[in-house]
């Protein structure tokens, strides 16, 4: 008769996630009040709907949540994907259409997680991948400054602006239009989310514990409720608060949802569209998996290839629903696990709660000045790109401080994946420079010649080859020595055999020492090359050595 062993529950399971729900119950509500101004916020920097945030943010918690690797991880709208989502919609001509986008996205990271691409992301310099948040910094600061003033979009803060207007002008008509109750709120919201910053204040027991987020939002209601009560004239106006539609229920808010439009499939640019989100959305994933699982307590490792997999099914579900491109996210991670979360319950729960807000809390959502979202996203941009991290690169040194300043820029000019591509091929270029320098050496003593290949000899220095063999002259004699090498490129072989099949007509010895065979990729390996001339003595040999040394 055979015995049938009882599984035991993996970490993943529900049952297993009760255990620990007065550590997760809690620390769902914590990150929840962190989500809500991010959510809201990123929408607005992108310049879409604000439901579309809060469905992505829902479709965080209890689609990815689930289906997740990880036990911490909280994903949602990401701040790094703003800049993509912009410029892809201007491309697309309308979000219905950059919804089919996000849809094709989410399959092909679920294919990347299938084929076990996850490993790929420790791959990527971290030189480039800072340049790429730092330019996302600067980005978002410099949407974000007009809505701190008062405006919709920098579209609309230079409407009132002719073309013809000069500089200083133009600026004096823009500051005559600033909101004073905008700024107001958010430089107060600033404040407090630079000194829930600091130290001390994180160490307070009970305030301490509160999202600056949370707090910088509070700020921006209790300031329009004031303005509202004692000086109406002064108050913040409809578009320059939070603009939900009403929700009565499931029906009403499913018909609110924007829904992707399928006509466009014909269109090549939704596939680079498609192609950049997938790219960078799981790259920030990854970043974001791997320092979470640094933060884990209990040192648990994610999947990354699972993650991947879970993050293309809920952006296939967010595309579908009408909302926003997702990632994991450090910021609602790293709230997650201080809160003292334990399993993934807490995302599953923040998740429940951000859908509870859409269908109950529409009223006193709307009472959120745009101007305190806006200081929330002002606040992430500058921890993206503080000048800390800059001056960190330049210290570095040249191999790191180059790909940064070169994917920053790049990003700046053009686009993010081509400032990726173009961060990437500066830093291959450092990599390269630094494997090829000191393959090859030559000391020379009078007309006496030693070449050293010191390890493995690629095709990038055949440039150093031949100069190293152009101090060989007629009459001179010169020692290959290939004792330290393992590697030896069949472009390499072939310019040694060159040089040597024409060493006796330009009377010139050459002896050859411990010389790997050529190797090429498909290719046998090359026969040994010939021993042409005389063999040099020991003696002679050692006179080389102690020559002068002249590395290229």
Same mark, same amino acid.
């Given at each position: 008769?055979?015995?049938?062993? %009882?599984?035991?529950?993996? $970490? ?66 990401? $701040? ?6 912009? #410029?892809?919609?201007?491309? *697309? ?46 980005? !978002? ?30 600026? %004096? ?13 958010? *430089? ?28 910088? &939002? ?96 809920? #952006?296939? &579900? ?35 709660? !951000? *859908? ?21 996203? !002002? ?8 000048? %800390? ?164």
């Amino acid at each position: 008769m055979q015995t049938r062993v %009882a599984e035991r529950p993996s $970490a993943g399971a529900i049952p297993h996630c009760f255990r620990h729900l007065r550590h997760d119950l809690p620390a769902g509500v914590v990150v929840f009040l962190v989500a809500l101004p991010l959510c809201l916020g990123i929408a607005l920097a992108s310049g879409v709907p604000l439901l579309a945030g809060l469905v992505s943010g829902v479709v965080g918690g209890l689609v990815v949540a689930v289906l997740s690797g990880s036990q911490l991880s909280v994903s949602g709208p990401a $701040a790094g994907l703003v800049v993509i989502v912009v #410029n892809a919609i201007a491309t *697309l001509g309308s979000f219905d259409a950059f919804l089919v986008a996000v849809v094709l996205a989410g399959a092909l990271q679920w294919v990347f997680g299938r084929l076990r691409a996850g490993d790929l992301g420790a791959c990527f310099p971290s030189s480039v991948i800072k340049g790429m948040l730092s330019a996302i910094g600067v980005l !978002l600061i410099i949407k974000q400054l007009p809505v701190a003033f008062g405006f919709a979009s920098t579209p609309q803060m230079l409407q009132g602006v002719p073309d013809d207007t000069q500089a200083l002008d133009a600026m %004096a008509l823009v500051l005559d239009s600033v909101s004073e109750g905008a700024v107001a709120v958010a *430089l107060g919201a600033l404040a407090i989310l630079f000194l829930w910053d600091q130290p001390f204040v994180k160490r307070l027991p009970v305030i301490g514990r509160l999202p600056g987020a949370l707090l910088a &939002v509070l700020w921006g209601v209790g300031c329009q409720a004031f303005l509202r009560s004692a000086m109406p004239a002064d108050a913040l106006v409809e578009h320059q608060l939070v603009s939900l539609p009403a929700v009565d229920g499931w029906g009403s808010l499913l018909s609110q949802l924007a829904s992707p439009d399928w006509s466009v499939l014909s269109n090549p640019q939704v596939y680079t569209v498609a192609v950049t989100l997938a790219v960078v959305a799981s790259l920030e994933t990854l970043l974001s998996l791997e320092a979470a699982d640094r933060l884990d307590p209990l040192k648990r490792v994610a999947p990354p290839n699972r993650e991947l997999q879970a993050q293309g099914v809920g #952006n296939i &579900v967010a595309g579908l629903l009408g909302g926003l491109p997702l990632t994991a996210v450090i910021v609602r991670s790293s709230a997650n696990i201080q809160a003292g979360a334990r399993t993934r319950l807490s995302a599953m729960l923040h998740g429940v709660l !951000l *859908l509870a807000s859409v269908l109950l809390l529409v009223e006193l959502l709307r009472w959120i000045p745009l101007a305190a979202l806006a200081a929330v996203l !002002l606040h992430t941009g500058y921890k993206l790109a503080k000048p %800390a991290i800059v001056v960190a690169a330049w210290r570095q040194g040249p191999a790191a401080f180059v790909p940064f300043a070169v994917t920053l820029a790049a990003i700046l000019a053009t686009d993010l994946l081509m400032g990726i591509l173009m961060g990437l091929a500066t830093s291959m270029l450092f990599v390269i420079h630094a494997n090829t320098r000191g393959a090859l050496s030559i000391t020379s003593r009078e007309h006496a010649h030693l070449l050293q290949l010191s390890k493995d000899v690629s095709f990038f220095s055949k440039a150093t080859l031949r100069r190293c063999l152009e101090r060989v002259q007629p009459g001179h004699s010169l020692i290959i020595d290939g004792a330290r090498c393992r590697f030896i490129d069949r472009d390499i072989r072939e310019a040694l055999d060159d040089f040597v099949a024409h060493a006796r007509e330009r009377h010139i010895e050459v002896e050859l020492r411990s010389l790997p065979p050529a190797e090429a990729p498909g290719r046998a390996a090359a026969p040994s090359m010939p021993r042409v001339a005389r063999a040099r003595t020991s003696a002679q040999a050692a006179s080389v050595g102690a020559g002068t040394r002249g590395t290229t």
